[in-house]
């Protein structure tokens, strides 16, 4: 007994030491930082790299080529945002149960329905040899810190070590955009019984027509759309992009202003960096783990972009018999648990997936051009940082793939464009339903570049977009089954016909507006609401009852064909939606935590701040359905120290670094901040100095 009682002590005292070592471990590294002054030596550099970093932690680099330029910003970024680098790696790859067991499995199972290593493979082969040059450097400087710096806290708490970072691993990171933007089977299988308008005729924007022919609301009759856009189950968020020639602006120069809304979280989507080298000079947002960068300007051009919310694939149903030759096993390790496979339909031109049709599961058969053919959209993006003009920028999107986008461009001579880009298939279908196996041996050529909506370049011109239909009643292709409703892309054109002349100030006001011109029109049914300004702000109690009465309805009437929506909601089904007596305001009810990854596991002390409800899903200033703004940014084209761009919480990953959460204030109060790009104002900016030594 004496025995058995001595060993129990002496397991239990390990056991007692090994948690106490644990919370030490995750107490330093809730304080770790990266090394951001000073000079780190023998980093693999082929000459000294100097590192300034501005008050905001943004990385302003400065080298002497273009090797240690991308390996610098591998460097920085792997330093501020390492665990979220491999985190979206094995979420792209379906690789999480690795490290977070079995919870993870079905998000694995899913990813591995486009075999992502694969087609990243065969995109590194194709890459040109500047291409590749720049993806090894980044690759190399994100490996040099993995190495060197404070592991993360993410890291000591799930108790592993990061694999090392291959080029592949940056095309394979920038493809999780291409699967969160891209048009699913999941969304065709949604589709299959309804038979949606494009859009709201009486809220159309298309930016092809110009400000002059906007329709307006006034003298339309049709409220159906309306109706089916508001009880609509999916989000209907997006992005928002406008610029105006120099004809239009105080300033002398054009002006852009680019928001993008995706799901908001901690740390964010976009990393801020300013890029210098003797050739090269570019700045703005890239995403984390992509070397470049994505959206922003260089000396000479900026642009921005907005999801296209077009056509990108076909679905058919399988012909009698499957090529068994196609089929593939796929393991998937399990943290703490046993290995498991899975069996996955890949022929060369399709893959298979399972869609939900009613309550029924339905295997089908995905023709997409990312999957058949499939090309990074790095290039592309190497060279709109490289552009000289508008001109350039759009042969720069020439070859760009996809996920298509609306980009707006402008320039130093005072032009602004409008381009989408990427590739459409021209399938008759248009994504509103299942091709029969027959189908199987037609194709689907691309829409011809030529043939896609734009905007020629001018200083008269003034573009807009918000993932709203883009081309007028001419345009001979449908393009999508559906975009999302013009109600921001209304409000856009809206504000710009209210001032012949434009400034930065302006441009950034916009981007916080909160009016909801559907809702406000939705609240017409109700008499308490009738008097509402239809504006979403924190200390509007009439907003929270405006949204609580679309959100009962919408859960009412789900189950009906949107089609049928309209007939069924009259006023006395209306009358009989109780309104909440006493309403909070839309500050308590629309507040929105962002959220880290590791919350799902009830890590919620890594979890950023609080934003109080301002603005909803269908106003410019989007802040709902755990969806954001990612970054609201204007640039003054030209003048490049003005202008500027600020994101939801800080640049750093780090809860310990200080810009885990810093620039939260600035974001709620709308203020933007300015990146500084000159070499005078950089040098003026710099709190912080590292140089990186061979």
């Not at 998000?107 to 090894?136: C, F, H, I, Y």
């Not at 949107?562 to 007596?581: M, N």
């Amino acid at each position: 007994m004496r025995g058995t009682l001595r060993v129990a002590a002496v397991v239990a005292a390990a056991i007692i030491i090994a948690v106490a070592i644990y919370a030490v471990n995750i107490s330093a590294g809730m304080h770790a930082r990266a090394q951001t002054s000073g000079t780190i030596a023998g980093t693999g550099v082929r000459q000294p790299v100097e590192i300034l970093r501005d008050a905001r932690g943004i990385p302003h680099i400065r080298a002497r080529d273009r090797y240690d330029l991308f390996f610098a910003q591998g460097f920085v970024e792997a330093s501020d945002r390492g665990f979220q680098l491999d985190l979206l790696r094995r979420f792209v790859y379906g690789e999480l149960a690795e490290v977070l067991g079995r919870p993870a499995l079905s998000s694995d199972e899913e990813s591995r329905v486009v075999p992502v290593r694969n087609l990243v493979a065969r995109q590194w082969q194709l890459l040109g040899t500047n291409d590749k040059l720049v993806l090894q450097a980044f690759t190399d400087g994100v490996n040099a810190a993995f190495a060197r710096e404070p592991a993360p806290v993410e890291f000591r708490i799930l108790m592993y070590k990061p694999k090392p970072w291959r080029p592949e691993d940056s095309l394979a990171v920038g493809f999780a955009t291409v699967l969160d933007l891209a048009d699913t089977w999941s969304d065709i299988a949604g589709r299959i019984h309804k038979d949606d308008p494009l859009s709201d005729p009486c809220y159309d924007a298309p930016v092809t027509d110009g400000l002059a022919k906007i329709a307006d609301p006034n003298h339309c009759s049709s409220k159906a759309a309306l109706l089916r856009s508001l009880f609509n189950q999916r989000p209907p968020v997006g992005s928002n992009e406008w610029a105006a020639g120099a004809a239009h602006t105080t300033t002398g120069h054009a002006l852009l202003a680019n928001d993008p809304h995706l799901r908001l979280g901690i740390p964010g989507v976009w990393y801020l960096v300013d890029l210098q080298a003797p050739d090269f000079h570019a700045a703005g947002a890239v995403l984390a783990g992509v070397p470049g960068v994505i959206l922003g300007h260089n000396d000479a051009i900026a642009w921005g972009a907005t999801n296209g919310t077009v056509t990108a694939l076909s679905i058919f149903d399988p012909p009698a018999r499957l090529d068994t030759r196609n089929w593939q096993t796929e393991s998937f390790g399990v943290r703490f648990g046993v290995r498991v496979t899975k069996r996955y339909y890949r022929a060369p031109r399709e893959f298979g997936a399972t869609i939900q049709v009613g309550n029924q599961d339905r295997f089908v058969l995905v023709r997409w051009n990312a999957y058949s053919q499939p090309a990074s959209a790095l290039s592309a993006f190497a060279a709109l940082d490289q552009a000289r003009s508008i001109d350039d920028g759009i042969k720069a999107l020439r070859a760009y793939p996809g996920p298509t986008q609306n980009f707006a461009l402008a320039d130093a001579s005072g032009r602004v464009a409008y381009q989408l880009a990427g590739e459409i298939p021209d399938d008759p279908l248009w994504a509103r339903g299942i091709h029969p196996a027959a189908d199987l041996a037609k194709t689907y050529a691309p829409i011809p570049f030529d043939a896609l909506p734009h905007v020629a370049p001018s200083r008269d011109a003034i573009v807009w977009s918000a993932n709203n239909k883009m081309y007028g009643a001419r345009y001979p292709y449908r393009l999508t089954a559906e975009f999302r409703p013009p109600y921001r892309a209304h409000r856009i054109a809206e504000l710009l016909r209210a001032r012949s002349r434009y400034d930065v100030s302006y441009f950034a006001s916009m981007q916080m507006d909160t009016l909801s011109i559907a809702e406000r029109e939705f609240a017409q049914y109700f008499g308490p609401l009738r008097s509402w300004d239809g504006r979403f702000t924190p200390n509007s109690t009439q907003a929270t009852a405006a949204f609580r009465a679309r959100e009962e309805l919408t859960n009412r009437y789900n189950e009906f064909p949107t089609g049928l929506i309209a007939a069924r909601i009259k006023p006395g089904i209306v009358a009989s939606i109780t309104l909440p007596a006493s309403p909070a305001p839309w500050g308590v009810a629309g507040a929105v935590t962002v959220r880290h990854p590791l919350a799902a596991l009830g890590m919620t002390f890594l979890n950023g701040s609080t934003f109080a409800g301002d603005g909803d899903a269908y106003t410019i200033h989007v802040q709902n359905y755990g969806f954001s703004q990612s970054f609201r940014a204007v640039w003054d084209i030209g003048n490049w120290d003005a202008g500027g761009i600020t994101i939801p919480q800080g640049n750093s990953g780090r809860p310990g670094s200080g810009h885990y959460t810093d620039e939260a204030n600035d974001w709620i109060a709308g203020r933007l901040l300015p990146l500084p790009y000159s070499k005078d104002a950089v040098d003026r900016a710099a709190v912080e100095r590292l140089t990186l030594n061979p």
